[in-house]
């Protein structure tokens, strides 16, 4: 049989309201008509324990991001440079430009940055 933590948390996990789950959790007679719901939740195989324990959020931990490289920040910033010294003020692109123009600009530019 399972432990009244247990039972709780199936019951909780199938939608039943908390203040009736804490009650039919200590009695467990009380929910002998309810069903294979009632079943599932009395007596929770490892995989709903796992789904249960996936709600709350005590999954994997989140992976770590890595560092941003240097010529990443030097591109991030020169694409900003260049699209704005390669657009108009109503914010179309001048005349011959385009963004893979800027965007060939920019990586000039990140090069020229990182080699300073």
């Known amino acids: ?12 996990a199938i939608g039943m309201p908390r203040p009736i789950a804490m009650v039919v959790a200590f ?4 929910v002998s008509e309810l069903g294979q719901a009632a079943n599932i939740a009395m007596n929770p195989s490892p995989a ?11 999954s994997e931990p989140k992976k770590r991001r890595r560092r941003q490289s240097a010529y990443s920040k030097a591109l991030s910033r020169a694409l900003v440079e260049e ?4 657009r108009k003020k109503n914010g179309d692109c001048k005349k011959g430009k385009n963004a893979g123009t800027v965007l060939k ?10 080699k300073k």
């Open 48 to 58: 709903v324990l796992s789904e249960i324990a996936d709600r709350r959020g005590v």
């Open 1 to 12: 049989m399972a432990s009244y933590d247990e039972r709780l948390a199936g019951l909780l």
């Open 27 to 30: 009695r467990p007679e009380l």
């Open 105 to 114: 600009a920019a990586h000039k530019k990140a090069r020229r940055m990182i």
């Open 83 to 86: 699209n704005a010294s390669q």
